[in-house]
């Protein structure tokens, strides 16, 4: 097992605090078992996502309402 120091913002190592509290865990345990749940989401070997673009344009045709009465229609 490796020893290691973090820096944690005052308010998430409070809340991590008292759930080890809470839960009777060690504050180790809750990071440990943090650390498992995000690296869950990021298995080995995903790939960064190609750069977005946004989508063509499509032509939607003629408003229905005269754009005066946009905000008038929006609150209705």
């Not at 120091?5 to 078992?33: G, H, T, W």
């Not at 498992?36 to 298995?43: C, H, N, Q, R, W």
């Not at 996502?49 to 063509?56: A, F, I, K, S, V």
Request: hydrophobic share 40%.
């Amino acid at each position: 097992m490796v020893k290691t120091q973090v820096q944690i913002p005052d308010f998430l190592y409070s809340e991590a605090k008292r759930l080890a509290e809470e839960n009777e865990m060690s504050f180790a345990e809750v990071v440990r078992r943090g650390l498992e749940l995000i690296v869950g989401f990021y298995p080995p070997g995903r790939t960064a996502p190609t750069e977005w673009t946004l989508p063509p344009a499509t032509d939607l045709g003629a408003p229905l309402a005269p754009e005066e009465q946009w905000t008038e229609l929006c609150h209705e």
